[in-house]
């Protein structure tokens, strides 16, 4: 088996991916190995290219081969309005929905006593220090609706007291197409203290 430690190397390697486990990772290199020059060989050039150049925004925390992002770059943007998201997944989850024209601010994380992550590890003075000198309108708090991201939210607000900002959160409840019998009770409690004039 010593003509495959490579391969297994690489599976092994895949499989601490996220949603990867050890026989999905198995496929996936399988996959790659019969298309080595369409497909492994470009993958391989452009993880390296990536792992050289990839960093992170010096003013919201995004991933770019910039010093500053795309979002943060773009003058159109400075609307007065910085959505704080947990982490670059739900900033892409967010620009996905084309509705946010303002500008983001990522957290790393969540507040976690268990995890030893408090608020200097996420940042949250720089997004106190980044809302004084934006002229920053409205804060919108678009963390998971858990007990680390709500705790996380109510500190970001405690944080922001005295400031000149107005602080919002997404609106949880019910999902667009969602079907009342399929959703957690939590989610209808929820959508039934949000409700609005029909």
Request: aromatic share 4%; hydrophobic share 45%.
């Amino acid at each position: 088996m010593d003509g495959t430690r490579d391969i297994e190397a690489l599976i092994d390697l895949m499989a601490r991916l996220p949603g990867l486990g050890p026989r999905s990772a198995r496929r996936a290199v399988l996959a790659l190995l019969k298309k080595r020059g369409q497909l492994m060989a470009p993958l391989a050039q452009a993880m390296a290219t990536v792992a050289l150049n990839a960093r992170d925004c010096v003013v919201c925390g995004n991933i770019g081969t910039a010093e500053l992002c795309p979002i943060c770059a773009d003058p159109t943007r400075a609307t007065g309005e910085i959505c704080v998201v947990a982490d670059v997944a739900d900033l892409w989850a967010m620009e996905r929905g084309q509705v946010f024209k303002g500008r983001y601010h990522i957290l790393g994380g969540t507040l976690s006593a268990l995890d030893a992550v408090g608020p200097d590890e996420l940042g949250i003075p720089r997004l106190v220090a980044r809302v004084a000198d934006e002229n920053t309108r409205e804060i919108i708090l678009a963390l998971n609706a858990t007990v680390d991201g709500q705790t996380t939210a109510h500190y970001i607000a405690d944080a922001l007291a005295g400031a000149d900002v107005q602080i919002s959160s997404l609106a949880q409840g019910v999902p667009v197409g969602g079907e009342l019998d399929y959703l957690d009770d939590g989610t209808i409690g929820a959508a039934l203290r949000a409700r609005r004039r029909f």
